[in-house]
């Protein structure tokens, strides 16, 4: 038989190691949590369009980065001439197969979180003048 004391002893043992087990949980939990919260931050665009300079591409490359460090969630680049021209997005990441803008083109890409980190742009022949604008 087991004395009442004893009895006492046991069941706070008890208690704190399943107080141990609720705090784990609930740490586990709180963190999941906010990586949650920062996923859906990144998936949530500021809503500021951001449109670059009109510029005028030659058969030397040219990359455009996001003004102020800020990713984008989605480009528009329209192609007013004279020339085409090739278009790369995300050049560290990208293939080296650009998209051919043609005059008169609209370039658009939206890849739903804030990824687009920079864009190259250069003519096989001639100049084009772009506009590009990007959401963050």
Known sequence: MIRSDEAMVLLLDKLVQKMDELN???????AELTRQGQILNEQTPEGIVEPLAPMQVTTTARVFHPPY???W????IENDGPNDCNVIVNTEKSS???YPLRVGGTYELDVGMARIEDIRVYCDAG????????LR
Not at 73 to 76: A, K, L, Q, V
């Open 96 to 98: 080296s197969t650009p």
């Open 73 to 76: 969630f989605s480009i528009t």
């Open 24 to 30: 784990k949980q609930q740490i586990e939990t709180t």
């Open 127 to 134: 100049t084009a003048n772009l506009r590009i604008k990007g």
């Open 69 to 71: 460090e800020k990713k």
